[in-house]
Each structure stands twice: as structure tokens, then as C-alpha cells.
């Protein structure tokens, strides 16, 4: 203790005396200003010296961070004016506690509070003018170099590792440029400042992979991409008190990634094809992202958290536009518009492995608009498609032009089930073109499957009903009964196709039996050139390769009409004008 000087003049913060007291501390605890965390177990050397206090602190904790030197100014205490610098260090989630428990929970708004740290250490430097009569007006610095940081966020699954780099407090916002982390086991880099529209955003940016993505949409897609993807997007942390919510942005052009489900979603790597994803985080713990993809289609989508991850609960695919969204029906419902729908190759999608992830587990129903239909090798414009579950079965509801009826496929068609066909209408217009240079069909594609059709026409020409079954074997396909009959004639066939197992053949026999052939011509679309009233016809044709688009150019065999009591009328000039 130095005192000299009049009483007068005490504490002689303008001279005219010495006032100085000066003392080492252990064990203090520093309540340095209110709202703000306590230091304890603190050594320190402390000096009044006049008007203004000092504090060099040696030691001690400082919100669970070890306090490497920290100096203490309060240059005139009448005036209040406290200033805190020096650095620290310690784990990092001791750093998040402070900030929580102090004015700056205010700055950081939610980010923080919902935050969970699991690993990581920080080098602090800390720079606090705190106005201890108006701390409303205070100014603050810290900076953190973090190492190693694990870091995870209230229902978000998936944690920032490894995370390293600079993170800046100050009096108004949470600031970071080129913080590195690993997240979904890719690198990233992480930048961290204000949102003009209130709150604090960090802008991610990394590469995708197939298996990140797949972690990132909660559906099993593995078996379904290839590659990899730069992306981009942002975390949103509300401004405290806004009434905004926490939420993920996510987006890629997708460059560089193969996507193998069948159209409209089909994208080979080399194409761009833009995907962008909104997760949002309901009170009731559920995770929601909605979605867009390539201008095709959107998506939203409803998932419950459990303790092997998240579980599909409902969504919505809207074919054609933007706008999808989550209703009251659980599963999956698929509605909107498609220019182009692979019906058999999008029931044979599966999600996972062979036990678990089929379509059935996740769908409900579907309504579609589509532009072109295909189905068994067939095209069809116009379609409206309705797809709903029954007990083991998918059951097909088709509206157009050319087809009406129902198509039920069974879920497991590797189980031999035959596909059913009970159409009231089914009307085939095959184009030359359009099968010109066409690949052969592997007959060991073509399932089980039974007809019953009331009207059938085929390029064409009317043939009335059609009841049919065609038996999948290991290496082909069997057509055990071809019934058709319209006016006074009918057609009976069967053949098969075999590809494989030491096999390569394909037969087809074909009976037509006439009771009236000027009427049977007439009702099938032809000319009536002839007139009998007894007429059979048999074809037998072989050939080699598998089935393909036009049998007739490929196939050798023998074929025979006999007409009884028949006679040609107004045949046209040119020979084989008999037919059409």
C-alpha cells in the first residue's frame, strides 16, 4: 500500500497525491459484470492505482476454458468502462456454454442453443469493452482456432467432423471463412456470417457422393447411382425471437453423377441436371425436406428419427412441376404429369437389398397424366394411370384412346405369377419406323402373363377378343393358348421363345377358321375381295435370335389357305391384292 497525499484529494485521479494498492489473489472468484459468466479459481495480480483498477490474471477458469493470461482495465472507476483481453484455451464445448450463459446469446440467436459438441479443443483471444453502467453498449471480439471439432445439431443425424479453422464473436454477429470439416465422409468447407434477412447462415460446399446422397434423401438409392457431384448450400440459424425456423439447403447440378431409375428420372453422368432440397425440422421431431429435380418433378417427403435412422413415414412426387407437398395419407403418393413412363421397369425397382426396400414398402398410390406409356414392349399416348396396392399385387387402372382396363402385376414377379391383363380395349399401332434397327427381345424378359381382352386391334386391324397365356420359363417364354374370335372367324396360336440354357428357338403356329370370309375380311378392315363361306388358313414360322420386333422379316416356314366354295370380287389391278 503507497498513500501520500491530502484526504482532500483522495483517490488522486488528477495528481496532488498516491493512492496505490497492489496484492496477488488464489482461489478468486471474479464477478467482473452482470449477465456475464464468472471466473473462478483465478490467480491474479490486481492494482488500484488512483481512480482505475488492473488485473493481470495468472490462472483460473473462464466458462470451463483455462485462462493462459488475461489482462483486467477499469481506466477510471467512477466511469465504469471495463475492458477483458488476453487468451485462453480449452474444449470447445466449454465455449459454447459461455456464450450461452452471457449477453451474446442475443448475437448468435439460436444458433448455438441447439448445438451439440462432442469433441474439438479452441485457442481463444478474447476482447471485451464492456460500459458497466450500459452493457447494452458493449463491444466484443473473440476469436477461436478450432481443432478436431465434432459438432451436431438438433435432429440432423449427421455431424461435422474434423472440423478446423477460425471462427470470430463480435458485438453483432458469428463470422468464419474456410473452416474444414468432414461431413457424410467428404470434405467440406465451411463460411459463417449474418443473413440480411436476420439470423446467421453457413454457406457448405463439398462433393457428393452416392453414398452421401443417399444419407442426405433417408431413401436406400445405392444400386441406383454412380459417381459423384460438387454441391453446395447453407444452414440457416434464425435470429433469436424471429419466429423462423432452423433449416438446410442443399443443391447440385448433379455433373459427374449417374442416375439409373427408370425415365423421368434417368441422367447419365456427363448431364447437368440441377437438384435442390429444403430440409425443415418440425417441433414434433419429425425430419421434412421438400425438393426439385431437373424441372421433372418435385418432392417432399416425411421421415420419423429412430435409432438405425430415419423411417420413411409420407411424401409426395408431383410428375411435371414444382409444388409438392405432405397430405394426410401415409406412404407414398405419386400424382402429376410424365412425358414418358417404363410401367414394368419402374415396378421392378427396388430400394436396398433383397430382404428389405421394395416400391410396395414405401408406396400408396398413383395418378398420373402420361404423354407415352410403355408396356410390353408397347406405346401408348395419352394415358391416365392409377397404381394402388392390394395384398400382393400392384393393381394398374389405364384410360386412353387406345386402351382401357386394369393390368395387375404381382410385387414378386421372379415368383412366376402371371401379370393379368383385363382390358376392355387394347389397340397396338406399331410403327415401321419406330422398330427399324430395334434389338431383338430377350424372351427371358417377358413374365408370366394372362389376356382377356373384349376389343383388340392391331395395326389397324380389328380382331376382336383376345384371351391368351403366355408361362415364363428359365430361358424364354411359353404361348400356351392365343384365342381370338370376332365375326365369323377365329384365331387360335401358340408358340415359345428360347434364349439360353444350350436353347436357341422360337415358334409360332397360327389357325385362322372362317365361316364367312367376306364377312370375317370386312370386320378385320379389309377390302372384301373374296367371298366363301369356309376358309382355314395355318402358319408355321421358325427362326433364331430371340423375338424380335418383326418376326415376319426374320422367319422361315411354311404356310397354306384352303377356301371352299369362294369366289373374288372387284380385285384391284396388281397381283396379292386379295388382302388389303
Not at 483481453?85 to 459454447?96: I, K, S
Not at 402429376?336 to 437389398?353: A, H, M
Not at 397424366?369 to 394415358?383: L, M, R
Not at 421363345?497 to 422360337?506: I, N, V
Request: aromatic share 8%.
Amino acid at each position: 500500500l503507497d498513500l501520500r497525499g491530502p484526504t482532500k484529494g483522495f483517490p488522486y485521479a488528477d495528481g496532488g497525491g498516491v493512492f496505490e494498492v497492489s496484492f496477488g489473489t488464489r482461489e478468486l472468484v471474479l464477478d467482473y459484470a452482470r449477465g456475464w459468466p464468472k471466473g473462478e479459481g483465478i490467480a491474479a495480480d490486481l492494482l488500484f492505482r488512483g481512480a482505475a483498477f488492473s488485473a493481470v490474471v495468472r490462472e483460473g477458469q473462464l466458462g470451463g476454458a483455462a485462462v493462459d493470461e488475461v489482462r483486467v482495465d477499469i481506466p477510471a472507476l467512477g466511469q465504469g468502462m471495463l475492458s477483458i483481453e488476453g487468451t485462453a484455451n480449452g474444449p470447445l464445448a466449454a465455449v459454447r456454454d459461455y456464450v450461452l450463459e452471457s449477453p451474446l446469446r442475443s448475437t448468435v440467436g439460436t444458433a448455438l442453443e441447439d448445438i451439440r459438441i462432442e469433441a474439438g479443443d479452441a485457442d481463444i483471444k478474447v476482447d471485451l469493452l464492456l460500459p458497466l453502467k450500459d452493457l447494452e453498449e458493449r463491444e466484443v471480439l473473440i476469436e477461436l482456432d478450432i481443432s478436431g471439432g465434432h459438432v451436431l445439431y438438433g435432429n440432423v443425424r449427421n455431424p461435422l467432423e474434423d472440423a478446423n479453422g477460425r471462427l470470430t464473436v463480435d458485438t453483432h454477429a458469428v463470422r468464419a471463412e474456410g473452416i474444414t470439416g468432414v461431413l457424410l465422409g467428404e470434405p467440406v468447407v465451411v463460411d459463417i456470417g449474418p443473413y440480411e434477412g436476420g439470423g446467421t447462415r453457413a454457406y457448405v460446399s463439398g462433393v457428393a457422393t452416392r453414398k452421401s446422397l443417399v444419407e442426405v434423401l433417408g431413401i436406400p438409392l445405392d444400386g441406383y447411382l454412380e459417381g459423384q457431384s460438387r454441391w453446395q448450400g447453407f444452414v440457416h440459424f434464425p435470429a433469436k425471437d424471429s419466429g423462423d425456423r432452423f433449416w438446410i439447403h442443399f443443391e447440385s447440378d448433379l455433373e459427374g453423377m449417374a442416375v439409373s431409375l427408370p425415365h423421368p428420372l434417368e441422367k447419365p453422368a456427363a448431364e447437368a441436371l440441377p437438384l435442390t432440397l429444403d430440409f425443415r425440422f418440425p417441433d414434433s421431431g419429425l425430419t421434412e425436406w421438400t425438393g426439385e429435380y431437373g424441372g421433372r418433378l418435385s418432392a417432399a417427403a416425411r421421415f420419423d428419427p429412430t435409432d438405425d435412422g430415419l423411417r420413411f413415414v409420407a411424401g409426395q412426387i408431383l410428375g411435371g412441376g414444382s409444388g409438392a407437398s405432405i397430405g394426410e395419407e401415409a406412404g407414398l403418393v405419386i400424382d402429376g404429369k410424365v412425358d414418358r413412363l417404363p410401367i414394368i421397369d419402374w415396378l421392378g425397382v427396388r430400394f436396398g437389398d433383397q430382404r428389405e426396400g421394395e416400391l410396395r414398402d414405401l408406396l400408396t398410390r398413383i395418378d398420373l397424366k402420361v404423354d407415352q406409356a410403355y408396356f410390353g414392349g408397347q406405346h401408348f399416348a395419352d394415358v391416365g394411370a392409377r397404381v394402388e396396392q392390394l395384398a400382393a399385387d400392384w393393381l394398374v387402372t389405364v384410360t386412353s384412346e387406345t386402351l382401357s382396363g386394369t393390368i395387375t402385376v404381382p410385387m414378386n414377379l421372379s415368383r412366376g405369377s402371371p401379370i393379368v391383363l383385363a382390358m376392355d380395349r387394347l389397340y397396338l399401332d406399331d410403327d415401321a419406323d419406330d422398330s427399324a434397327g430395334e434389338e431383338p427381345l430377350d424372351p427371358k424378359s417377358v413374365p408370366s402373363m394372362v389376356v382377356e381382352i373384349a376389343d383388340f386391334q392391331s395395326e389397324g386391324l380389328r380382331l376382336g377378343s383376345l384371351a391368351g397365356e403366355i408361362v415364363s420359363v428359365p430361358n424364354g417364354f411359353r404361348i400356351e393358348r392365343m384365342d381370338m374370335s370376332g365375326d365369323a372367324f377365329t384365331i387360335k396360336g401358340s408358340g415359345h421363345s428360347l434364349l439360353g440354357f444350350g436353347k436357341d428357338s422360337s415358334e409360332l403356329s397360327i389357325d385362322v377358321a372362317s365361316s364367312d370370309l367376306g364377312d370375317a375380311m370386312g370386320f378385320i378392315g379389309f377390302d372384301r375381295t373374296v367371298e366363301a363361306k369356309s376358309a382355314k388358313m395355318n402358319v408355321d414360322l421358325r427362326w433364331t435370335g430371340g423375338w424380335p420386333a418383326e418376326p415376319l422379316e426374320v422367319a422361315e416356314g411354311a404356310a397354306s389357305l384352303r377356301i371352299k366354295n369362294g369366289s373374288l370380287s372387284e380385285v384391284k389391278p396388281g397381283a396379292g391384292r386379295v388382302f388389303g
